[in-house]
């Protein structure tokens, strides 16, 4: 079936270097987008979502890209930092039409080397 | 306002028991929605309850079922345990509209299943 896919299992970045990590979808109907920080214990951490309609949304030092063209998410975060470290998913849902959940990528594993 | 509680942390039970899971959800919020988490993957949807009824389902077998109580706690009961069914559960609260879909999800932090 179709499924939410990550290119990278594991992503290595120096402190104060911006990180981007990409996100793969493959169901064209999907038309809400969520980016998760999940750390050690923890549960999923809201980062930042987009919706269809947009190609570009900005948070704090995070930027969430979306190329439907390509069915392809981005997550940038800019002057990555220690606390950053963590493993990143990212999320589709489709909206409308009932709760069929959110579809979860495997996650990519941020490392921040000092 | 709190967020969404989880319990217990850790559980380990043999195959062939049955659990149950509990969660609070976030203040202000509606729908309840679980997730099973393996480990080294992304969750993966369970089901999600709106006004105690479940009104979204993944591809879950029927052992798996859950509650929505009044105040908007929910609990995960999984019946003849196998071992497969190690993981992390993660309970998500939310404000969905009519029962559709949320625009804001607040993950709790799990709990920690084993089935030996």
């Known amino acids: 079936g179709e499924s939410v896919g990550l290119h990278l299992p594991t992503l290595s970045v120096q402190e104060g270097d911006n990180s981007i990590i990409n996100c793969a979808y493959s169901?064209?109907?999907?038309?809400?987008f969520i980016w998760y920080k999940q750390e050690s214990g923890k549960g999923p951490q809201f980062i930042i979502d987009i919706r269809s309609n947009m190609d570009k949304r900005q948070g704090q030092r995070v930027t969430v890209l979306l190329n439907k063209t390509v069915k392809h998410l981005s997550l940038q975060i800019a002057a990555t930092q220690p606390g950053d470290s963590a493993v990143y998913f990212c999320?589709?849902?489709?909206?409308?039409?009932?709760?069929?959940?959110?579809?979860f990528g495997k996650g990519t594993h941020l490392i921040i080397q000092p | 306002e709190t967020g969404v509680t989880q319990s217990p942390t850790h559980l380990i039970k043999t195959r062939g028991q049955q659990v149950t899971l509990r969660c609070s959800s976030q203040s202000g919020h509606n729908t309840v929605s679980w997730y099973q988490q393996a480990l080294g993957q992304g969750p993966q949807f369970i089901f999600q309850?709106?006004?105690?009824?479940?009104?979204g389902r993944g591809n879950f077998p029927p052992r798996f079922s859950g509650l929505q109580f009044p105040n908007y706690s929910s609990e995960l009961n999984v019946n003849a345990l196998e071992l497969d069914d190690s993981a992390l559960y993660l309970c998500?609260?939310?404000?969905?509209?009519?029962?559709?879909?949320?625009?804001?999800?607040?993950f709790g932090s799990g709990t920690r299943l084993t089935v030996v």
């Open positions: 998500a609260s939310s404000l969905a509209p009519l029962g559709g879909l949320s625009y804001g999800y607040t």
């Open positions: 999320a589709e849902a489709i909206s409308g039409g009932g709760a069929d959940g959110l579809t």
């Open positions: 309850y709106y006004r105690e009824e479940e009104n």
């Open positions: 169901n064209s109907a999907s038309d809400y």
